[in-house]
């Protein structure tokens, strides 16, 4: 049972491009949550996915960032226009749980990141 | 709004020392609080989970332990050996919010 796949593990991308950051949740998962890293800092929530829902998206920039999990293939966390600013490492947890059910119980498992780089 | 704070921000100890890793968080009302390692350049390791009624979870040279009413956690590590060298992540889910994080400890174990 492979774990919680992200790719690209690492994506260069040049000031005013788009990058897409893949995420593909452990095998019987159908809730996604994406986190920012910036260089010596926690980890940021962005947004939590079910199955073709956004269930919170509070952590978004209101900009240029978007998320989707399909109802086929993985989770895509999309940034447009990427500014040296958004250079971070972008990690993806999955769960089989809902929210509700997810507080009481289960630890989170985490993707190996993306680490994006804005030159 | 919870807020998770790690002391120290770094630390350095040499080979078979025990030590303490400390996590405080604002709102106690807090449904569980997980322990994470991440090394440079990687993911994030899960070490322990420990549920709002436990006191504390063991795994191996590790030991969490919760004091939910005072908003603290500590990580024990015994014997500490140069492999456990990474950086340590405190998490806690509360509430409607997903896992809020510490900036967590730098740990380096000297030969």
């Given at each position: 049972n492979a774990g919680v796949m992200q790719n690209p593990r690492h994506l260069v991308r040049r000031r005013g491009q788009e990058a897409r950051l893949r995420c593909s949740?452990?095998?019987g998962h159908s809730h996604v949550y994406w986190y920012r890293q910036l260089p010596e800092e926690g980890l940021k929530f962005m947004v939590y996915l079910q199955k073709e829902n956004i269930i919170d998206e509070s952590g978004m920039p209101k900009e240029r960032f978007s998320?989707?999990?399909p109802k086929e293939g993985p989770s895509i966390l999309r940034i447009q226009q990427v500014v040296r600013g958004d250079s971070a490492a972008y990690f993806c947890a999955s769960s089989p749980l809902s929210g509700a059910a997810r507080r009481m119980n289960t630890e989170a498992f985490f993707g190996q990141g993306t680490r994006l780089t804005v030159v | 709004k919870q807020e998770v704070t790690q002391i120290p921000a770094a630390l350095s100890v040499p080979e078979g020392e025990n030590l303490v890793l400390n996590c405080s968080f604002?709102?106690?009302a807090i449904y569980n609080l997980q322990w994470f390692r991440q090394d440079p350049g990687k993911g994030l390791t899960s070490l322990l989970l420990i549920q709002s009624s436990q006191r504390e979870q063991t795994s191996g040279r590790l030991n969490a332990s919760l004091d939910k009413s005072s908003g603290r956690s500590t990580l024990?590590?015994?014997a500490s050996q140069p492999g456990d060298s990474a950086t340590y992540l405190c998490a806690v889910s509360s509430g409607n919010t997903p896992l809020v994080f510490g900036k967590g400890t730098r740990l380096s174990v000297i030969a």
């Open positions: 949740p452990m095998k998320a989707e999990f | 604002t709102d106690s024990y590590i015994a």
